[in-house]
């Protein structure tokens, strides 16, 4: 069997930690099943453009692009580095780069992780949030004006504060139809393969966001009429926040635009034990997909071994089965539950005292047998 060609991309902080974790395990599990990976590191990020000037190399899409699939830690050192560069190069800018535009956050909570809510079961609760991940409010688009400039001057219309300050700032967000529409089915075919309740669950906020929210909603609805077998359902994204802790266990599939859904997945986390058990990835048609857990490069405790390698670990196992590998992605996922649920080697974020390096050992270890 051909190798899969995987680009990695660990970046700065606890990126660079849980990734060498993530490809422990990966190259175990990949032992196991009988598949093989040709990797190529690449030393991308906000580090990188301390001493390059850029965070990624002008051709970094086109090296990318020959590769099956990204697997990438974090990006940022926000005490050094502008955001907008870090971040805004490397994730965001390979996020639309390759027109990723399904990001996929799985909330399944492996048993023995850390629980949080009273009043439900972590084995009632099992759905992923889709959130649009290529345009809305991340298409960086605005300026920060003067209020009497002609740019804004022409367009807001002016409110006491406005008039009052020296300069007003504008975030602009786009959401176009095809990509509204293409999310959405996403949604709907993911609820009809899963083997869960058949129910998508849409967040907006249209009561107060009226155009571009009003067109999601539209088109929310026009899509569900094409999937008949399947449940729908709407809700503001602040009652939704709400009911993600209220009533998690009624969710199967929720699908959101880009912000609304960075938002809910770090909430949606903490349902399966906080951001280091929180898997994910950026789904493309037409590139390379990229694998990327949500948490951080978190450079508060980077450096100090305590950070939580699941959530890259899971994150290696979903980039597994994307590339159809079920079987070794199976064994990632079978050996992080025996280590949780045994509970001797979690890192501290989990109640445990073990570093990242054991963590990723022991679930190495788990694997072999
Ligand atoms: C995430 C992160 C990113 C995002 C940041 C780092 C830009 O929070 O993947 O959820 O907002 O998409
Ligand atoms: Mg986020």
């Given at each position: 069997m051909k190798p899969h060609k995987i680009a990695v991309i660990p970046g700065d902080g606890i990126g660079v930690e849980v990734i060498a974790e993530g490809l422990k395990v990966l190259q175990a599990a990949g032992q196991k099943a009988g598949v093989s990976f040709d990797l190529e590191q690449f030393p991308w990020g906000a580090g990188y453009w301390l001493e390059h000037?850029?965070?990624?190399?002008?051709?970094a899409l086109d090296i990318l692009g020959r590769f099956d699939a990204i697997y990438l830690g974090a990006v940022g050192l926000p005490d050094q580095v502008p955001e907008s560069v870090g971040v805004g190069q490397v994730v965001l800018g390979i996020r639309s780069g390759f027109d990723q535009f399904a990001n996929v956050r799985p909330v399944q909570p492996v048993g023995g992780c850390p629980w949080y809510l009273q009043h439900r079961k972590s084995e009632d609760i099992d759905f992923v949030v889709i959130r649009e991940a290529t345009e809305g409010f991340y298409c960086n688009i605005g300026g920060r004006y003067a209020p009497a400039a002609a740019e804004v001057a022409d367009i807001i219309p002016m409110r006491p504060a406005f008039v009052r300050s020296k300069e007003i700032a504008l975030q602009t967000g786009v959401f176009s139809e095809f990509g509204c529409r293409r999310v959405i089915r996403y949604a709907f075919e993911l609820a009809r393969r899963r083997?869960?309740?058949k129910r998508v669950t849409s967040t907006t906020k249209s009561n107060a966001l009226t155009h571009a929210m009003g067109m999601w909603d539209q088109i929310f609805e026009q899509v569900a009429g094409e999937y008949p077998d399947c449940e729908h359902e709407w809700a503001h994204v602040d009652a939704l926040a709400m009911r993600f802790i209220t009533n998690p266990e009624r969710f199967d599939v929720v699908v959101a635009s880009n912000l609304f859904g960075d938002i809910l997945t770090d909430l949606s986390a903490v349902l399966v034990g906080g951001l280091g058990f929180a898997p994910g990835g950026n789904l493309s048609e037409t590139g390379p997909s990229m694998f990327e857990?949500?948490?951080?490069?978190a450079p508060d405790i980077a450096g100090k071994g305590i950070a939580n390698p699941i959530a890259a670990i899971l994150t290696a196992a979903f980039m597994l089965e994307c590339l159809d590998e079920l079987e070794a992605a199976g064994l990632i996922r079978r050996a992080v539950a025996l280590v949780v649920e045994a509970?001797?080697?979690?890192t501290p974020d989990a109640g445990g005292t073990a570093t990242t390096e054991q963590v990723g050992d022991a679930i190495a270890t788990m694997l072999q047998q």
């Amino acid at each position: 069997m051909k190798p899969h060609k995987i680009a990695v991309i660990p970046g700065d902080g606890i990126g660079v930690e849980v990734i060498a974790e993530g490809l422990k395990v990966l190259q175990a599990a990949g032992q196991k099943a009988g598949v093989s990976f040709d990797l190529e590191q690449f030393p991308w990020g906000a580090g990188y453009w301390l001493e390059h000037k850029v965070a990624l190399p002008p051709d970094a899409l086109d090296i990318l692009g020959r590769f099956d699939a990204i697997y990438l830690g974090a990006v940022g050192l926000p005490d050094q580095v502008p955001e907008s560069v870090g971040v805004g190069q490397v994730v965001l800018g390979i996020r639309s780069g390759f027109d990723q535009f399904a990001n996929v956050r799985p909330v399944q909570p492996v048993g023995g992780c850390p629980w949080y809510l009273q009043h439900r079961k972590s084995e009632d609760i099992d759905f992923v949030v889709i959130r649009e991940a290529t345009e809305g409010f991340y298409c960086n688009i605005g300026g920060r004006y003067a209020p009497a400039a002609a740019e804004v001057a022409d367009i807001i219309p002016m409110r006491p504060a406005f008039v009052r300050s020296k300069e007003i700032a504008l975030q602009t967000g786009v959401f176009s139809e095809f990509g509204c529409r293409r999310v959405i089915r996403y949604a709907f075919e993911l609820a009809r393969r899963r083997d869960g309740r058949k129910r998508v669950t849409s967040t907006t906020k249209s009561n107060a966001l009226t155009h571009a929210m009003g067109m999601w909603d539209q088109i929310f609805e026009q899509v569900a009429g094409e999937y008949p077998d399947c449940e729908h359902e709407w809700a503001h994204v602040d009652a939704l926040a709400m009911r993600f802790i209220t009533n998690p266990e009624r969710f199967d599939v929720v699908v959101a635009s880009n912000l609304f859904g960075d938002i809910l997945t770090d909430l949606s986390a903490v349902l399966v034990g906080g951001l280091g058990f929180a898997p994910g990835g950026n789904l493309s048609e037409t590139g390379p997909s990229m694998f990327e857990p949500p948490h951080g490069s978190a450079p508060d405790i980077a450096g100090k071994g305590i950070a939580n390698p699941i959530a890259a670990i899971l994150t290696a196992a979903f980039m597994l089965e994307c590339l159809d590998e079920l079987e070794a992605a199976g064994l990632i996922r079978r050996a992080v539950a025996l280590v949780v649920e045994a509970g001797e080697v979690l890192t501290p974020d989990a109640g445990g005292t073990a570093t990242t390096e054991q963590v990723g050992d022991a679930i190495a270890t788990m694997l072999q047998q």
